[in-house]
T-cell receptor, first 113, second 111 residues
Framework: KQEVTQIPAALSVPEGENLVLNCSFT??????LQWFRQDPGKGLTSLLL?????REQTSGRLNASLDKSSGRSTLYIAASQPGDSATYLC????????????FGKGTKLTVNP | AAGVIQSPRHLIKEKRETATLKCYPI?????VYWYQQGPGQDPQFLIS???????DKGSIPDRFSAQQFSDYHSELNMSSLELGDSALYFC??????????FGPGTRLLVL
């Protein structure tokens, strides 16, 4: 059974810092990995999707990497802003036909002005 | 761009009542997924449909049922509601095996 772990559970940084969020998964047989952002009580906004054959994806100040063999992904946020404050969720989709996403419990990020 | 639409956005029910949640996928998306997110929890997969047929099933209670209709919208029916069913229910849609796009969710409160 796939398990996804995110470290740290919470992170507080001053504005302008570069930061890294970590995600690990137990079964390396994944189809893809997705990073989401969730604001309190709100929906899930997809940030980046990395296919299993890819090593990284970039969008603006965000860069996500994937090391499938070691079961790890990182989300790098450059020059953090207070508007980046949210919970960041990592989710993996397995191979073998199942399309369900298995989520981690998220990292709650606070960027202080 | 059109997004996934969910209705209602908020719902309050009493224990043992029934609730129906609706999901309208992005146009031309043929697959719908339902997830449940309890307070402070990560989203848990419930069930999915591809071309109106159930394609995968997760930890969905027997009290819940769902279907996808000919226009690809989906409904999640929840009966004999319990306090523990209070959660945020997300619907996501995709073209087959492509990226899932999530709706804003329906917040269900069972009193």
């Amino acid at each position: 059974k796939q398990e996804v772990t995110q470290i740290p559970a919470a992170l507080s940084v001053p504005e302008g810092e570069n930061l890294v969020l970590n995600c690990s998964f137990t079964d390396s047989a994944i189809y893809n990995l997705q990073w989401f952002r969730q604001d309190p009580g709100k929906g899930l906004t997809s940030l980046l999707l990395i296919q299993s054959s890819q090593r990284e994806q970039t969008s603006g100040r965000l860069n996500a990497s994937l090391d499938k063999s070691s079961g790890r992904s990182t989300l790098y946020i450059a020059a953090s802003q207070p508007g980046d404050s949210a919970t960041y969720l990592c989710a993996v989709r397995g191979q073998g036909g199942s399309e369900k996403l298995v989520f981690g419990k998220g990292t709650k990020l606070t960027v202080n002005p | 761009a059109a997004g996934v639409i969910q209705s209602p956005r908020h719902l309050i029910k009493e224990k043992r009542e029934t609730a129906t949640l609706k999901c309208y996928p992005i146009p031309r998306h043929d697959t719908v997924y339902w997830y449940q997110q309890g307070p402070g929890q990560d989203p848990q997969f419930l069930i999915s449909f591809y071309e109106k047929m159930q394609s995968d099933k997760g930890s969905i209670p027997d009290r819940f049922s769902a279907q996808q209709f000919s226009d690809y919208h989906s409904e999640l029916n929840m009966s004999s509601l319990e306090l523990g069913d209070s959660a945020l229910y997300f619907c996501a849609s995709s073209r087959y095996q492509e990226t899932q796009y999530f709706g804003p969710g329906t917040r269900l409160l069972v009193l």
